[in-house]
T-cell receptor, first 111, second 113 residues
């Protein structure tokens, strides 16, 4: 079983739509969780961290369910510029461990 | 100013050659990483250095050797290149070894022919 699993998509949505991505992780001891964004042929960039209580940043909402080992990202009012691959990322421990990346979910927002 | 820079951006070479990729960060971070992103877009950690000391060394062939002359630089040398080494190699850095918020370089696209 892969450590971080995501639906690869692609998700094709019209502008203004709401879209949700899900991710599951296998290591129950994981302590930090993130969503990164990667544009085509570019480097990954941190979109937002994911906290146990859930957190929001503008049109983006992230949720964490530790019991189910499940992370979600909700994007409201999609913009064309949201088109990218969204990487679910888990840090197994907070010391000396690198990030485990999911394969990413591809989003295409169309006019 | 570029936070994490890598050179070269593109590298095309023949099987059996030896090549190096350089990485520099001007963020004052303590920890640096090398990741490999293959054709299936899967991003996987290769190495991590914290203050010039190797702290992560994943299952990577011995042909790959990282070197950190100081905490702002982490280079990757690859001996006897193979077709399967073709990928995009990303350097990244973080404030410390907890890995929280990593900043990535633009990547080096390596093609082995």
């Amino acid at each position: 079983r892969k450590e971080v699993e995501q639906d690869p998509g692609p998700f094709n949505v019209p502008e203004g739509a709401t879209v949700a991505f899900n991710c599951t992780y296998s290591n129950s001891a994981s302590q930090s969780f993130f969503w990164y964004r990667q544009d085509c042929r570019k480097e990954p960039k941190l979109l937002m961290s994911v906290y146990s209580s859930g957190n929001e940043d503008g049109r983006f909402t992230a949720q964490l369910n530790r019991a189910s080992q499940y992370i979600s990202l909700l994007i409201r009012d999609s913009k064309l510029s949201d088109s990218a691959t969204y990487l679910c990322v888990v840090n197994p421990k907070n010391s000396g461990y690198a990030l485990n990346f999911g394969k990413g979910t591809s989003l295409l927002v169309t006019p | 100013d570029t936070a994490v820079s890598q050179t070269p951006k593109y590298l095309v070479t023949q099987m059996g050659n030896d090549k190096s990729i350089k990485c520099e960060q001007n963020l004052g971070h303590d920890t640096m990483y090398w990741y490999k992103q293959d054709s299936k877009k899967f991003l996987k950690i290769m190495f991590s250095y914290n203050n010039k000391e190797l702290i992560i060394n994943e299952t990577v062939p011995n042909r790959f050797s990282p070197k950190s002359p100081d905490k702002a630089h982490l280079n990757l040398h690859i001996n006897s290149l193979e077709l399967g080494d073709s990928a995009v190699y990303f350097c990244a850095s973080s404030q410390d070894s907890t890995g929280y918020e990593q900043y990535f370089g633009p990547g080096t696209r390596l093609t082995v022919t």
